[in-house]
T-cell receptor
């Protein structure tokens, strides 16, 4: 079935380095994707989104890249800080109506001092 | 500041009990969602509602029901709780208009069924 998955369950990076979190999706017709951040004890929080008519979108210290050819999504965090430690999820809008998202299992990012 | 609240952060129930999880949003959003979150599985959609008294099944509706009597409130009901329903439950809401698909999440309810 259709699914969204992550290549790595955990990622450790040195403070100040850049982080790259990856995600694979299987529905080539999906039009919209979101990255969420979930800190311990909290619900997921929106970071950035991208539509399929774009290859790249930048936010504050974050960039999302979309490669539709290989159905791959990545989240890049520049100059990673201790506050970036969290679990990161990608989510795919299955029906393109914003009602039915499928979430990946998540990647835990740990920032080392 | 947008806000989604859930009635309990932690809940312990016994097998066979009827359990109510309540979610309230103050953003006048049309759409509301219930997910469960389990390690290694991410978030899985149980039910969602796009309007008052309307509901749609998600990926794993078995063993659950929902109620949306008022726009701001979406309840998840476990008719007869079982141990495999021990999980983190997350509620979310989203507006229907404005081209924004972001879902706003509550803090979650960690349910343990003994």
């Amino acid at each position: 079935g259709e699914s969204v998955g992550l290549h790595l369950p955990t990622l450790s990076v040195q403070e100040g380095d850049n982080s790259i979190i990856n995600c694979a999706y299987s529905n080539s017709a999906s039009d919209y994707f979101i990255w969420y951040k979930q800190e311990s004890g909290k619900g997921p929080q929106f970071i950035i989104d991208i539509r399929s008519n774009m290859d790249k979108r930048q936010g504050q210290r974050v960039t999302v890249l979309l490669n539709k050819t290989v159905k791959h999504l990545s989240l890049q965090i520049a100059a990673t800080q201790p506050g970036d430690s969290a679990v990161y999820f990608c989510a795919e809008d299955r029906d393109n109506y914003g009602q039915n998202f499928v979430f990946g299992p998540g990647t835990r990012l740990s920032v080392l001092p | 500041d947008v806000k989604v609240t859930q009635s309990s952060r932690y809940l312990v129930k016994r097998t066979g009990e009827k359990v109510f999880l309540e979610c309230v949003q103050d953003m006048d959003h049309e759409n509301m969602f219930w997910y469960r979150q389990d390690p290694g599985l991410g978030l899985r959609l149980i039910y969602f509602s796009y309007d008052v008294k309307m509901k749609e099944k998600g990926d794993i509706p078995e063993g659950y029901s929902v109620s949306r009597e008022k726009k701001e409130r979406f309840s998840l009901i476990l008719e007869s709780a079982s141990t495999n329903q021990t999980s983190m439950y997350l509620c979310a809401s989203r507006a229907s208009s404005g081209g924004v698909n972001e879902q706003f999440f509550g803090p979650g309810t960690r349910l343990t069924v003994l």
